[in-house]
């Protein structure tokens, strides 16, 4: 069957472009032809530095002749009618047959020649591609990434004919840029073209690409003795910007390596591309490193790898000088910066954030074995080195270089690390901190940053998230369960709201206090006035009355104090209205995204779905716990006695519910059965001895063994509910009572109506 | 092929040499200052318009916050950009942008040249363009670019603009690490062999505690307001019915200088910078909207 390849040849691509193109290339190959009725038997496309490449197998010379019928006016409609359809249809109406009393036409439709559809489909697949951006040049219209020089088209060893803004298709390719003479070369089937690629020093699949490079990698480094310090991001970017990638092994000068690693690495891969390499076995860098060159060189590389170490050597000198005049400064003038950095425009600045971060910090650290003052020194500490020069130039330094120059500074050891290791984990793959100290630091940093978004309201939305609050999240409950702390979630999200509003407040307060002042200066309002105006609206206005919002040097002591008084009692009124309708709801919608990703956690662990909702349904907001439950539960379930209990849980549910759509259900516990029914006995005494040792365990968190007092329930369960009428008019109450009784201790342990089964 | 450059200035004149054989017009630097050769008008002004453009020309650079009293092997306040603009770019402007990199020396079958996408843009004249960063042995060497908006206009036809920074250029062909070791003439002349120190660095001392300590920030600020107040008044002029685009957009260079020497002496808020950047935008579209007028009338 007829092969089809197309090649769309430009200027250099951005690398960061290249996969997504391929995908986007394929996809809109594929509903192009199935639109025409193809389906190829092989589709495969290529992205590289300067060419998209789709190659199709099995596709048929013309389409399939189809044979439409196409139906009419009825019989004796008006001419109009008749007018209209045939020249809508391009027909005459002795071409037409009377069936049924409709008019009828039967149509051959024949099959257009794939050629046909081949061109328009280049056309619009270029003229509608999807690039995240794209451009025109020279005289034209059309739009690329870059300018589109070349298309090579061919179906079945044959140019399909046809020009897109003045580019001719051809069966016309060309090699590298340096290395193959940049001879066209014709191409009329895909062998040929992989042939010719080759030939002219093309690798042409990406997957090759990063093949060769990795493979010329560890060769360098075999020879020299050393191991390549892999980056899978680096590897595939600088997979998309050789055709040709060749990696040449540089020296970089000794002296540098007393720069952090971290320094190294990033100046290396973030300007320069390079990768780092190491002694084997060794954890620090050695001093060399690798580009990826798109050219075989003359002379083996030697100019290519002297001019690169040279360009390093720049760039390390540069945080060199960085590092030097960093410590040259120090902590204190750090911190003395971030009263200029703003966090947010709507949570201040990252001074004020540390002084919450620090609060909370404090808060935490009993909770989780940290000392107190340590913990507050190092939340104190860990953000100065965001005005640090070194993380200036470097901004994915933040926290690395805090921790280092900490040590540097001869700071406390721990509280070294607790900077260093803040902002961790910083996705599923990185590792949680688990010294007390880290954790209390990293849990208020991430905590905080969850409080005030939401405060704000800027949750994530969908896929949304310019904030990483998921990733957040995700962190508060990885370092939690990690460590294995237990404690109460909402006291402390609400404890840092509650912070966020007295500094909102402050500044409410200041502008109202300044406002009144203004006013009564200017005249504009009385004593009394101002007194009348104590709402909400009114005061407002007050407080936007002066823009600066300035209390002026001359005003007299008695307006001050009467400003002062206005304004503390507008603050006091707006803070419980503003806790009421805006934090209160917002720490619920936080604990509920807190719960979601949990449930994401732990799904992802394979705990059942559904166990999770059950446990879920309790209202715990503490994660150790949940957890416990969801283990514990997990556990039972899969017991005979568990299986058994759940099967009594629903019946008795059932029941409850049914009889509660008559009308409200009876309370109260259940009286002592009268001593000839002995199921009923049985599971009277059974409640009433679960009581106590289920408290116990209940209260000792021991869930396993909360679980296995249940199990005590199952006999006597099932018996019930096989021996006793329970709408037997005499005793429906107390029997109804009794499977509440049964329903309520076991919701004790989870909401077994949300299990599945 | 004509023997490599070995000086400074033989290769400005290689490349001099190089575009005009290619037909560009060999300009000399605008006589007001500018933070970067595209600021030019034969740059900026004559990219907007459909008329065809070539031209290639050197153009000082000042940027008085990069100023390091001579102290730093790279870093300059004052230093060259050789600059191309082709309108329409040609559709073989890679392959002439690499021949010009032959013409100074550079082999290509040695070196490891690479596109790196850069999207280059400069707020202060509202113009963007996309493009690469060019990098010889992991070294910046130009920027290339396609120009897509100027002073918030479309560029139609598309200009093509090659910038070389000619001293970084230098130190890499010539392996010199220290920019004022450069040779500046030829090595062997013999009226006496200079070095780019020789000839710049007093300059570069004296600009540099100018910049950030010498100007008086009340006089800068003056002088921006009365530039900015003056170009809406320039524009208003004409002469033939012309309107005097051209001394109007000299104005608005300087404003956007002194505005640069305003912030290296310190002077400009964070919070103010954008708002001084937006006002020097409006001016350079008014200029650009009036030039795109004259050339379609024309």
Same mark, same amino acid.
């Given at each position: 069957m007829p092969q089809l390849l197309l090649e769309l040849f430009s200027e250099e691509i951005p690398a960061r472009m290249q996969g997504q193109a391929a995908k986007d290339l394929e996809r809109l190959a594929r509903e192009h032809l199935a639109a025409a009725g193809f389906l190829p038997e092989a589709l495969k496309t290529f992205a590289g530095p300067r060419r998209l490449t789709l190659v199709a197998e099995g596709l048929p010379l013309a389409q399939a002749d189809r044979k439409e019928e196409l139906k009419g006016p009825r019989v004796g409609a008006p001419q109009q009618a008749m007018d209209g359809f045939l020249r809508k249809a391009g027909l005459t109406q002795d071409q037409l047959v009377e069936q049924n009393g409709v008019w009828m036409a039967f149509v051959e439709k024949k099959g257009r020649p794939t050629a046909e559809i081949v061109a328009e489909m280049v056309e619009a697949i270029v003229r509608g591609f999807p690039w995240p951006k794209s451009m025109t040049w020279g005289t034209g219209k059309l739009r690329w990434v870059r300018p589109l020089k070349r298309i090579l088209c061919v179906l079945d060893r044959e140019v399909v004919p046809f020009a897109i803004d003045g580019i001719q298709s051809g069966d016309v390719s060309e090699g590298h840029r340096f290395m193959g003479e940049a001879k066209p070369f014709v191409a009329k089937d895909f062998d040929e073209y992989a042939a010719g690629l080759e030939a002219h020093f093309v690798v042409l699949d990406v997957e090759e690409r990063k093949a060769r490079i990795l493979e010329g990698c560890k060769t360098l480094c075999f020879a020299r003795h050393l191991e390549l310090v892999e980056d899978i991001g680096l590897l595939e970017e600088v997979a998309g910007l050789a055709e040709w990638p060749t990696p040449v092994l540089g020296d970089m000068d000794p002296s540098f390596l007393d720069l952090p690693p971290e320094v190294i690495r990033t100046s290396m891969r973030t300007h320069q591309k390079y990768f780092a390499v190491r002694k084997p076995g060794e954890a620090g860098l050695a001093p060399h490193f690798i580009t990826v060159a798109n050219i075989e060189a003359k002379d083996g590389g030697k100019v290519i790898a002297a001019g690169n170490a040279k360009v390093l050597s720049s760039r390390l000198s540069d945080a060199r000088f960085f590092w030097d005049e960093d410590v040259k400064t120090g902590f204190e003038p750090w911190?003395?910066?971030? @009263? !200029?950095?703003?966090?947010?425009?709507?949570? =201040?600045?990252?001074?004020?954030?540390?002084?919450?971060?620090?609060?909370?910090? =404090?808060?935490?650290?009993?909770?989780?074995?940290?000392?107190? @003052?340590? *913990?507050?020194?190092?939340?104190?500490?860990?953000? $100065?080195?965001?005005?640090?020069?070194?993380?200036?130039?470097?901004?994915?330094?933040? %926290?690395?270089?805090?921790?280092?120059?900490?040590?540097?500074?001869?700071?406390?050891?721990?509280?070294? $690390?607790?900077?260093?290791?803040?902002?961790?984990?910083? !996705?599923?793959?990185? +590792?949680?901190?688990?010294a007390p100290l880290s954790v209390a630091v990293a849990l208020a940093d991430k905590l905080d940053t969850l409080v005030g978004f939401f405060a704000i309201d800027e949750k994530p939305t969908g896929s949304k998230d310019p904030f990483a609050l998921r990733r957040a999240a995700l962190g508060v409950i990885r370092i939690i369960l990690e460590s294995g702390h237990a404690f109460a979630l909402s006291d402390l999200l609400r404890g840092q709201a509650a912070l966020l509003l007295r500094?909102?407040?402050?500044?409410?307060?200041?502008?109202?206090?300044?406002?009144?002042?203004? $006013?009564?200066? *200017?005249?504009?309002?009385? @004593?009394?006035?101002?007194?009348?105006?104590?709402? @909400?609206?009114?005061?407002?206005?007050?407080?936007?009355?002066?823009?600066? +919002?300035?209390?002026?040097?001359?005003?007299?002591?008695?307006?001050?104090? *009467?400003?002062?008084?206005?304004?503390? *009692?507008?603050?006091?009124?707006?803070? %419980?209205v503003e806790w009421r309708n805006a934090y209160l709801p917002a720490m619920d919608h936080l604990l509920a995204f807190f719960a979601d990703r949990l449930k994401v956690t732990l799904k992802d662990q394979g705990k059942r779905h559904d166990l999770v909702d059950a446990v879920f349904a309790l209202g715990d907001d503490d994660l150790v716990r949940i957890v416990a439950r969801v283990e514990a539960l997990d556990g039972f379930l899969k017991t005979d006695d568990g299986k058994t209990l759940l099967a009594g849980y629903k019946r008795a549910a059932n029941i409850l519910k049914a009889e509660e759509k008559k009308g409200a259900l009876p309370e109260g516990e259940p009286e002592e059965p009268a001593a000839d029914s002995a199921a009923e006995v049985g599971l009277y005494q059974a409640l009433r001895l679960l009581k106590a040792p289920l408290a116990e365990a209940l209260a000792k968190e021991d869930f396993t063994g909360a679980m296995a007092q249940l199990a005590a329930l199952r006999e006597p369960v099932d018996a019930y509910l096989d021996g006793v009428f329970v709408n037997d008019p005499e005793h429906r109450d107390n029997r109804l009572k009794t499977l509440a009784a049964v329903r309520s201790a076991m919701g004790q342990v989870a909401d077994f109506g949300l299990v599945a089964g | 092929m004509p023997a490599a450059p070995k000086s400074f200035q033989s290769l400005i004149l290689t490349l001099h040499n190089y575009w005009s054989e290619k037909g560009c017009v060999i300009l000399q630097p605008h006589d007001v200052e500018v933070g970067a050769g595209t600021l030019h008008p034969a740059t900026?002004?004559?990219?907007?318009?459909?008329?065809?453009?070539?031209a290639a020309y050197v153009q000082p650079s000042r940027r008085p916050g990069d100023g390091r009293y001579g102290e730093n092997p790279n870093r300059l306040q004052h230093y060259y950009q050789y600059q191309?603009? /082709?309108?329409?770019?040609?559709?073989?402007?890679?392959?002439?942008?690499?021949?010009?990199?032959?013409?100074?020396? /550079?082999? /290509?079958?040695?070196?490891?040249?690479?596109?790196?996408?850069?999207?280059?843009?400069?707020p202060t004249v509202g113009a963007w363009g996309l493009g690469w960063e060019v990098w010889c042995d992991g070294m910046e060497v130009s920027q290339y670019t396609y120009f897509q908006q100027v002073g918030g206009l479309d560029v139609s036809p598309v200009a093509g603009e090659l910038t070389y920074g000619l001293e970084r250029l230098a130190m890499y062909v010539f392996g010199v690490d220290n920019v004022y070791d450069l040779p500046f003439n030829d090595p062997d002349s013999p009226l006496g062999a200079l070095t780019y120190g020789d000839v710049f660095l007093a300059n570069e001392r004296q600009q540099s505690e100018a910049n950030f300590h010498g100007y008086d920030v009340a006089v800068l600020k003056q002088q921006f307001e009365q530039m900015e107040q003056q170009v809406p008044l320039m524009l208003a002029r004409s002469y033939k019915n012309e309107t005097l685009v051209l001394p109007a957009y000299d104005m608005v260079l300087k404003a956007s200088h002194l505005f640069n020497l305003m912030n290296a002496r310190g002077a400009i808020a964070v919070a103010e910078r954008a708002s001084y950047i937006g006002r020097i935008r409006d001016l350079c579209k008014m200029c650009a909207q009036k030039w795109v007028e004259l050339q379609e009338a024309a």
């Open positions: 911190l003395a910066k971030l @009263d !200029g950095v703003t966090f947010h425009a709507k949570l =201040g600045t990252m001074a004020q954030r540390v002084e919450r971060i620090v609060a909370l910090a =404090g808060e935490i650290a009993p909770l989780v074995g940290a000392d107190v @003052d340590k *913990a507050k020194e190092a939340a104190r500490l860990a953000k $100065a080195d965001l005005t640090s020069q070194m993380v200036g130039e470097f901004p994915e330094l933040q %926290g690395i270089m805090g921790g280092y120059y900490a040590r540097h500074f001869g700071l406390d050891p721990e509280i070294a $690390a607790a900077i260093q290791d803040h902002y961790k984990p910083q !996705g599923p793959s990185d +590792a949680v901190p688990t500094a909102e407040m402050q500044e409410v307060f200041n502008s109202v206090r300044a406002g009144v002042v203004n $006013a009564q200066l *200017a005249a504009r309002v009385s @004593d009394a006035e101002v007194q009348l105006a104590l709402t @909400d609206e009114a005061l407002h206005a007050f407080a936007i009355l002066d823009v600066a +919002a300035t209390v002026p040097d001359s005003a007299p002591e008695a307006i001050l104090v *009467a400003a002062e008084r206005i304004a503390g *009692a507008f603050v006091d009124q707006r803070s %419980g | 900026v002004l004559r990219a907007l318009g459909p008329k065809p453009w070539n191309v603009i /082709l309108k329409p770019n040609p559709a073989d402007m890679q392959d002439l942008y690499l021949g010009s990199l032959e013409a100074i020396g /550079l082999d /290509l079958r040695t070196h490891d040249i690479r596109f790196v996408e850069d999207d280059w843009e400069n």
